[in-house]
């Protein structure tokens, strides 16, 4: 004789709901003052942004300033400012493009087939490339633009794909660099993190923008777009390397001992063994550190550049647009939650990949 | 017993003259000093922090001794990192913890080194790992990662991946001391199969029948000392040692 246990059956949808929400009079009363409260809060919100507001530039701001509800068609009318800042107004389609550009090679780069070094090489390169003879022109035919014209989305996106581009493969040396052997490598390596981490990104930017031209001589200042970059690299790099250093301290020494017992130099160990395993224990780390970097660009408006939300500022900054500065910045919001929610799925994505075969 | 690889080239297989290390200012090994033949296995017992496993862990360098030589298939180990290279090349070993790669399948963990080491062709690295995951039975599981297996197959597929290397000499660090009682003899029994094809094995185990049924030598250890050195049956029957007895006991005695 078989003794035959089942499973009891799962609740139905409707008996799962009463058991969560209702199970004693108190609970349903909470349940129900939450319900209105949001169904109340939904409509009002739902109302202000879509059944009350004013979509089209027909009327002008007079339109919007009558009407109850969001003044939508201030974004009609400056999204240019918006997204290409100052960049000459007839060029901007070259700004645009370029803004495709990073966010193509970006998702190939995401892409695991793109992972090998040929390919990764190849869509940077030609990635690069494009985007700065879209930007700065001055070749085919293209008008001359300079950085200090650079503006909104495109230079939001070019400063932090550059910062992390820079920054990242600075962090793992950093980290490297930290661990040695050699006493006065790791403390100065030390001493040199704990300092950059120490300090305000401002004040880096600052330093960078202002200070670096009259340390440095002219040859090697380069564009002051391109030494906010360095210290803003800099600075990631420097939290970046700490958290890489957490990721190899989770890897067990045996690993690199077993490295070691089957003949493998250095950067064999470190590049098989130990990063690919420390990258995994650093991720979810890594992706926030991104998610920051990407909401830090904002900071480079403190020395004159105007990224997507200085750009914003200035949208609805000049006279008639005035008062509808809430829907430009729900408008940015929204353009900053598309690309930091992306990069969170995509961390997601990598976690699920990565946990492959993990005890 | 006579070594059945003795034609590749004279002298010793590894030759340890007068070996100091110290971890500070404890010291680990005391002038100790130890000569293996080629093709001759080896079986070192002692208590905990008797130096067994540091003494191993010197010969191919996962330890920097400080005093004494060194001497692995004729080639001093010293700072000459080329050298540290070539005896790695040569020298396998398996650990207490099985140390495999997770990040890997079972088949890459043994393809790895021969590939970018011995810079072998993929086919021929993969045919030769398939041959030693055969060799310790678990062909099966060459496409798994090592977490999904049990401590005893880990511990198989760790032996395979030294292997794949074709070591001369093979180090083992307490292979069974981390694994389940029911999975001992699979290990175990991989390992006298490698003994009986002639391998040069230095084993650090507790594994007494182990010892009986394929060592050359057992060594005794303790306080950083070689205390004794017999063949098995004198070691088990006559040591001559009260604190080789003492140890014997407590191995033995349950």
Redesign the interface.
């Given at each position: 004789m078989e003794m035959v246990v089942v499973a009891p059956p799962a609740p139905g949808r409707l008996e799962d709901l009463r058991r969560r929400f209702f199970a004693t009079p108190l609970q349903a009363l909470l349940s129900l003052v939450s319900l209105a409260i949001m169904l109340f809060l939904g409509w009002k919100l739902l109302n202000w942004a879509v059944f009350s507001a004013v979509f089209t530039t027909s009327g002008g701001p007079e339109a919007c300033q009558a009407a109850a509800g969001a003044c939508w068609s201030v974004i009609a009318a400056r999204w240019r400012i918006i997204l290409f800042g100052l960049y000459p107004f007839d060029e901007q389609w070259r700004s645009a493009l370029a803004c495709v550009t990073v966010v193509v090679m970006t998702v190939l780069s995401c892409i695991p087939a793109f992972w090998t070094g040929r390919r990764i090489a190849l869509v940077w390169g030609t990635g690069a490339a494009l985007y700065y003879v879209l930007m700065k022109g001055g070749v085919l035919g293209l008008a001359h633009v300079g950085e200090e014209a650079w503006g909104g989305l495109a230079l939001t996106l070019f400063i932090f794909v550059t910062t992390c581009l820079i920054g990242f493969p600075l962090a793992i040396c950093l980290a490297l660099l930290r661990r040695s052997d050699l006493p006065w490598i790791s403390r100065t390596t030390g001493l040199i993190i704990d300092g950059v981490r120490s300090l305000p990104l401002i004040s880096i930017l600052f330093t960078f923008a202002i200070v670096l031209p009259f340390a440095l001589p002219q040859w090697l200042q380069g564009d002051k777009l391109y030494r906010v970059i360095l210290g803003s690299a800099l600075f990631f790099s420097a939290y970046q390397a700490e958290i890489v250093r957490g990721g190899m301290q989770g890897v067990?020494a045996?690993?690199e001992?077993?490295?070691?017992?089957?003949?493998?130099?250095y950067w064999?160990r470190i590049g098989?063994?130990l990063l690919?395993?420390a990258m995994?224990n650093a991720l979810p780390a890594t992706i926030n550190q991104f998610v920051i970097s990407f909401k830090e660009t904002s900071l480079v408006v403190i020395v004159g550049f105007f990224e997507i939300l200085a750009s914003g500022n200035a949208a609805y900054g000049t006279g008639e647009w005035r008062f509808a500065y809430v829907e430009v910045y729900a408008f940015i919001a929204m353009i900053y939650f598309v690309f930091v929610f992306s990069l969170s799925r995509y961390g997601a994505f990598l976690e699920r990949r990565?946990s492959?075969?993990?005890? | 017993m006579t070594s059945s690889n003795s034609s590749q080239s004279a002298g010793p297989a590894v030759q340890i003259e007068n070996l100091d290390k110290y971890y500070g200012t404890f010291h680990a090994l005391r002038k100790v000093s130890l000569t293996v033949q080629r093709g001759e296995k080896i079986v070192i017992c002692g208590p905990s922090g008797s130096g067994k496993s540091t003494m191993i862990r010197c010969i191919n360098r996962l330890e920097q001794h400080n005093g004494g030589r060194i001497t692995v298939l004729g080639t001093e180990l010293n700072d000459d990192v080329g050298n540290i290279d070539g005896i790695r090349r040569e020298v396998g070993m398996v650990f207490q913890h099985f140390n495999l790669f997770p990040h890997m399948t079972v088949l890459d963990n043994c393809m790895l080194s021969p590939m970018i080491v011995r810079k072998q062709p993929r086919a021929e690295a993969e045919a030769t790992a398939r041959r030693y995951l055969e060799k310790v039975r678990i062909p099966e599981q060459a496409m798994k990662f090592p977490g999904q297996l049990s401590g005893g197959q880990q511990q198989r597929v760790a032996i395979a991946r030294a292997l794949c290397m074709q070591p001369q000499i093979m180090l083992f660090d307490e292979p069974t001391s981390a694994l389940d009682p029911e999975m001992i003899s699979e290990v175990l029994d991989v390992m006298v199969t490698l003994a009986s094809e002639g391998m040069t094995m230095i084993c650090v185990t507790h594994e007494m029948g182990f010892a009986r049924r394929v060592a050359d030598r057992v060594i005794f250890m303790d306080g950083g000392e070689i205390v004794e050195q017999a063949p098995p049956e004198e070691f088990f029957a006559a040591s001559r040692n009260e604190r080789t007895r003492q140890f014997l006991s407590q191995v033995l005695g349950h």
């Amino acid at each position: 004789m078989e003794m035959v246990v089942v499973a009891p059956p799962a609740p139905g949808r409707l008996e799962d709901l009463r058991r969560r929400f209702f199970a004693t009079p108190l609970q349903a009363l909470l349940s129900l003052v939450s319900l209105a409260i949001m169904l109340f809060l939904g409509w009002k919100l739902l109302n202000w942004a879509v059944f009350s507001a004013v979509f089209t530039t027909s009327g002008g701001p007079e339109a919007c300033q009558a009407a109850a509800g969001a003044c939508w068609s201030v974004i009609a009318a400056r999204w240019r400012i918006i997204l290409f800042g100052l960049y000459p107004f007839d060029e901007q389609w070259r700004s645009a493009l370029a803004c495709v550009t990073v966010v193509v090679m970006t998702v190939l780069s995401c892409i695991p087939a793109f992972w090998t070094g040929r390919r990764i090489a190849l869509v940077w390169g030609t990635g690069a490339a494009l985007y700065y003879v879209l930007m700065k022109g001055g070749v085919l035919g293209l008008a001359h633009v300079g950085e200090e014209a650079w503006g909104g989305l495109a230079l939001t996106l070019f400063i932090f794909v550059t910062t992390c581009l820079i920054g990242f493969p600075l962090a793992i040396c950093l980290a490297l660099l930290r661990r040695s052997d050699l006493p006065w490598i790791s403390r100065t390596t030390g001493l040199i993190i704990d300092g950059v981490r120490s300090l305000p990104l401002i004040s880096i930017l600052f330093t960078f923008a202002i200070v670096l031209p009259f340390a440095l001589p002219q040859w090697l200042q380069g564009d002051k777009l391109y030494r906010v970059i360095l210290g803003s690299a800099l600075f990631f790099s420097a939290y970046q390397a700490e958290i890489v250093r957490g990721g190899m301290q989770g890897v067990p020494a045996g690993q690199e001992e077993a490295a070691m017992a089957l003949g493998m130099s250095y950067w064999q160990r470190i590049g098989r063994i130990l990063l690919p395993q420390a990258m995994r224990n650093a991720l979810p780390a890594t992706i926030n550190q991104f998610v920051i970097s990407f909401k830090e660009t904002s900071l480079v408006v403190i020395v004159g550049f105007f990224e997507i939300l200085a750009s914003g500022n200035a949208a609805y900054g000049t006279g008639e647009w005035r008062f509808a500065y809430v829907e430009v910045y729900a408008f940015i919001a929204m353009i900053y939650f598309v690309f930091v929610f992306s990069l969170s799925r995509y961390g997601a994505f990598l976690e699920r990949r990565m946990s492959v075969g993990e005890r | 017993m006579t070594s059945s690889n003795s034609s590749q080239s004279a002298g010793p297989a590894v030759q340890i003259e007068n070996l100091d290390k110290y971890y500070g200012t404890f010291h680990a090994l005391r002038k100790v000093s130890l000569t293996v033949q080629r093709g001759e296995k080896i079986v070192i017992c002692g208590p905990s922090g008797s130096g067994k496993s540091t003494m191993i862990r010197c010969i191919n360098r996962l330890e920097q001794h400080n005093g004494g030589r060194i001497t692995v298939l004729g080639t001093e180990l010293n700072d000459d990192v080329g050298n540290i290279d070539g005896i790695r090349r040569e020298v396998g070993m398996v650990f207490q913890h099985f140390n495999l790669f997770p990040h890997m399948t079972v088949l890459d963990n043994c393809m790895l080194s021969p590939m970018i080491v011995r810079k072998q062709p993929r086919a021929e690295a993969e045919a030769t790992a398939r041959r030693y995951l055969e060799k310790v039975r678990i062909p099966e599981q060459a496409m798994k990662f090592p977490g999904q297996l049990s401590g005893g197959q880990q511990q198989r597929v760790a032996i395979a991946r030294a292997l794949c290397m074709q070591p001369q000499i093979m180090l083992f660090d307490e292979p069974t001391s981390a694994l389940d009682p029911e999975m001992i003899s699979e290990v175990l029994d991989v390992m006298v199969t490698l003994a009986s094809e002639g391998m040069t094995m230095i084993c650090v185990t507790h594994e007494m029948g182990f010892a009986r049924r394929v060592a050359d030598r057992v060594i005794f250890m303790d306080g950083g000392e070689i205390v004794e050195q017999a063949p098995p049956e004198e070691f088990f029957a006559a040591s001559r040692n009260e604190r080789t007895r003492q140890f014997l006991s407590q191995v033995l005695g349950h």
